[in-house]
């Protein structure tokens, strides 16, 4: 999901790119107990009607699912913010916790939106300037890609 913020005539415009998170963690809890209740719930009734195996493999399940929702919800937290302010153009990726700012001359950089090499992977989007570069809305979709290529490249180029 890519947000962007910006006045026509003012400064900063910045653009922040956060992958959709469809649902909050406390409804990720909720979901998770609810399906224990399930899977416990049905493979306690098989056991009492002897097939006992059934219990350590719906609890390998549930493992592998709080597991599987655990790691969604924490990549759901990851940000990255695009800036740009008179002659700069400020990158902040939060990523599993982490911070790490990075920035970039307003006038040397390019917007770069290159296809993928192999049908259908995704393609990459970057901001280039003096042999460094930034990857950028690795969680986007094409379109949502395409967007922020367009609308940035504007931004960057309107001095």
Not at 55 to 72: D, K, Q, R, T
Request: proline share 4%; aromatic share 10%; with cysteine.
């Amino acid at each position: 999901m890519v947000a962007t913020q910006f006045d026509q005539f003012a400064s900063p415009r910045r653009f922040l790119i956060r992958p959709n998170c469809s649902l909050p963690w406390p409804q990720v809890v909720r979901f998770y107990l609810g399906m224990l209740l399930v899977s416990f719930g049905i493979a306690i009734g098989f056991a009492l009607q002897g097939a006992w195996p059934i219990l350590p493999f719906a609890g390998l399940e549930m493992l592998a699912l709080g597991v599987a929702l655990y790691i969604v919800a924490r990549r759901a937290t990851d940000w990255q913010e695009i800036s740009i302010n008179g002659d700069r153009i400020n990158i902040v990726d939060h990523e599993r916790g982490r911070e790490q700012a990075r920035s970039f001359q307003r006038a040397w950089a390019q917007v770069i939106h290159e296809a993928a090499a192999i049908k259908g992977h995704p393609s990459r989007l970057s901001i280039r300037s003096h042999g460094r570069s930034v990857e950028l809305g690795c969680c986007l979709n094409e379109d949502e890609k395409r967007y922020l290529a367009e609308h940035l490249s504007r931004a960057v180029r309107s001095l």
